[in-house]
């Protein structure tokens, strides 16, 4: 799997690891270096796919205070 940044920047790589007791399902774990929109690609080499492909998803990464789970109300 490899993530980059809208606009090419910044990338980075890892694999996906098979979840135990479900065939041909794969999760990876992305981190983000800041907030923005990051281009998902995966390659699969017995799938014929190759990073170049136009098959993608595209995610937004949100600052870490939009996930606050206070309760206090001033």
């Known amino acids: 799997v ?3 940044s809208n606009g090419g920047q910044w ?3 890892t694999l996906a ?5 479900e065939d041909g399902q794969y999760e990876a774990s992305l ?3 800041q907030p923005g929109y990051y281009y998902v690609y995966v ?3 017995s799938y014929g796919l190759s990073y170049n492909n136009n098959q993608y998803i ?8 939009a996930f606050s789970t206070s309760t206090d109300h001033d």
């Open 17 to 21: 690891k098979p979840l135990p007791n």
């Open 43 to 45: 390659q699969s080499p």
């Open 11 to 13: 990338h980075k790589r």
């Open 31 to 33: 981190q983000f270096p």
């Open 58 to 65: 595209m995610i937004e990464a949100l600052p870490q205070e």
């Open 2 to 4: 490899m993530w980059m």
